[in-house]
């Protein structure tokens, strides 16, 4: 079993959609809790970062980490054809900081 | 401000030959990490350096090395390439070596193709 799990998709929504994307995880060690957007063929850009549990919100984008289910979530609202893109989550545990990355969900917004 | 960055862009290698890529952080930062991305999975890690020691490794063969030089700037060297060594290979940086540095922002990476 991976220690983190993310559908593939590809998820495709029409323009000005509610986009959900999730991951779930098996290490409770996890503190740490990131969202990465990568473009093709270009390297994975930071997004949102949440410590422990909770929600954060930076402009059309949410995060949310729920521990007691090693479960988060990142909503993007009215979505855009500039938000198609592969959106990888990606963990940290204590200690020291290496990425445990899911394998991406691919998004295509479409107009 | 110049972002991360990596060279060469793209690299055709055959089986057997080893190869160098190179790294330069964001400037001021001092821990350099290294992850290698097959097509259609997420990064994995590979290295991480500060302040020119190891500070990790990930579970990839002695093939791989890395090193980290003064200047911060970082090399990774593959021996003995495989076939399944093809992938984009990305750099990250981020400014010190701690559990609250996960702020780590990655370079364009090189794309490696063994043939």
């Known amino acids: 079993q991976k220690e983190v799990e993310q559908d593939p998709g590809p998820l495709s929504v029409p323009e000005g959609a509610i986009v959900s994307l999730n991951c779930t995880y098996s290490?409770?060690?996890?503190?740490?809790f990131m969202w990465y957007r990568q473009y093709s063929r270009k390297g994975p850009e930071l997004l949102m970062y949440?410590?422990?549990?909770g929600n954060k919100e930076d402009g059309r984008f949410t995060a949310q980490v729920d521990k007691s289910s090693k479960y988060i979530s990142l909503f993007i609202r009215d979505s855009q054809p500039s938000d198609s893109a592969t959106y990888l989550c990606a963990m940290i545990s204590g200690g020291y900081n290496k990425l445990i990355f899911g394998a991406g969900t691919r998004l295509a917004v479409h107009p | 401000d110049a972002g991360v960055t990596q060279s060469p862009t793209h690299l055709i290698k055959t089986r057997g030959q080893q190869v160098t890529l190179r790294c330069s952080p964001i400037s001021g930062h001092k821990s350099v990490s290294w992850y290698q991305q097959v097509l259609g999975q997420g990064p994995q890690f590979i290295f991480q350096y500060y302040e020119k020691e190891e500070r990790g490794r990930g579970n990839f063969p002695d093939r791989f090395s890395a090193r980290q030089f003064p200047n911060y700037s970082s090399e990774l060297n593959v021996n003995a390439l495989l076939l399944g060594d093809s992938a984009l290979y990305l750099c990250?940086?981020?400014?010190?070596?701690?559990?609250?540095?996960?702020?780590?922002?990655f370079g364009p990476g090189t794309r490696l193709t063994v043939t």
């Open positions: 290490n409770s060690a996890f503190q740490y």
């Open positions: 990250a940086s981020s400014l010190v070596f701690q559990t609250s540095s996960y702020e780590q922002y």
């Open positions: 949440t410590y422990s549990s």
